[in-house]
């Protein structure tokens, strides 16, 4: 699906990033969010930094900044999963190559940042930061 | 941190799951979502759904139940490793080894039902069947 | 590359596994290793097994079976993943969808099993099953 | 298990990588290999450069050594995450916390880098560079 998913990303702090995602043919990210059958969302910033909340060694960062961070990762690994799976199935598949290779290159990358990032305990900066910015020209590179 | 996540699978149609997660902590998934600083939120069902929407070859399957487990897969990938990571910190860490080796192996089963299942291109009924039952396995046992 | 990767699964016991990989153009698993530039093999079930000995809390099982499991889940990972991207770059990329859908699916899920069978900790034998069956099924999709 | 994998890693040219396993134990990676029951080894470099020699668009690089740095990348998520595992079993388990934690992540980060490195269709060099150099980093980290 051509220009299917546009992901942006920034670190404002060198320790996370943010991916945003815009469907051609909604209008961005959701505001105002409506349940699918009734139910809630789910791996939402405010679940993540639920679970951040109750950690044993909490960090000095911003605890809702990095919820944010930690779950548009696994948001952008799922986007990308699902769009070179939908550019797969598009006619026009030759095209289609160079954005489904870097979709499934992002897709790896961002699984594991969004694991790396999740990890409070004996935290590295040094190897975070250079794992987060492999995510960010990941998904730079993914968006052009 | 121990009974920190909880997490219930079941299958309707042996075609997807459900993963719910519940914080000693807090009342149970959240209803009424609040935005962490002013943002929307991330990988919800309703988004998955609008992804799937537009592939090229739907199947005939509900979209907004499959979307549901999409997204609940990788947030239950999330929360599995999180939860690890907090376990990681305990002072009681002896006690935490069978939830830490429960909860890497969700996560990384997690993660590949998330990806199966995100896939709608020459769909495979048994082969992600037999992914599913493993995700509701692993799920399971790490719940109890 | 069409029929590029010939993957064939048996498990003996509900273990583990056996992942074994044909190219078309060579004569099946190389016996009389070669090595490049001089160094030495990699990933051999005979190093997987020197790693299994030294585990604080061995299980009862054949270690040298399951160094190899754990060996050809890693090793199936690579070639699924290899292979899928080989068929991208075909020039019948149309008729490689099926393929390379099959390969995407069994790299995610041999990697999720080959980490859950190399953990022996606190070891739990009905999730390591149904994940190794999940392999097993995906890895036979893929060969036919 | 302390100092149980010691890992090593170089980028000869940004491209690939170089990661060497050295078990307390045993003295070092294994020149002269023997087959566990009789077998033959599993993911060998030269497998691997078998897999590369068969892609329809093949790179002006060196196959051997892109398929070393592959190998070596599966070789190491496979080391580190039983390494983890291993640790985890350990009776001074608090002291190995931090070992836990950055096995865990190199783990995770080699997946993601052997994957990408795979990928020879639509090569892109900067972000190929990038996650070569946080998987460098990591394994670093890891090793010391």
Do not use: K
């Not at 546009?6 to 991916?19: E, K, L, P, S």
């Not at 992002?106 to 699984?111: E, I, K, L, P, Y």
């Amino acid at each position: 699906v051509e220009n299917h998913v546009n992901v942006r990303f920034w670190t404002a702090d060198g320790q996370g990033g943010r991916v945003e995602h815009e469907e051609a043919g909604y209008d961005g990210p959701q505001r105002t969010w409506r349940a699918p059958d009734g139910g809630g969302p789910m791996a939402t910033a405010a679940d993540v930094a639920e679970l951040l909340a109750v950690h044993p060694t909490p960090r000095g960062v911003d605890r809702e900044t990095l919820a944010r961070c930690i779950a548009e990762c696994f948001d952008c690994a799922l986007s990308c999963t699902a769009c070179a799976d939908a550019d797969l199935a598009e006619e026009d598949l030759p095209e289609m190559r160079r954005c489904i290779r870097l979709c499934l290159d992002s897709a790896d990358v961002c699984v594991a940042t969004g694991r790396v990032i999740s990890r409070q305990t004996e935290y590295e900066p040094e190897t975070t930061r250079a794992q987060v910015e492999s995510c960010r020209r990941s998904c730079s590179a993914c968006a052009e």
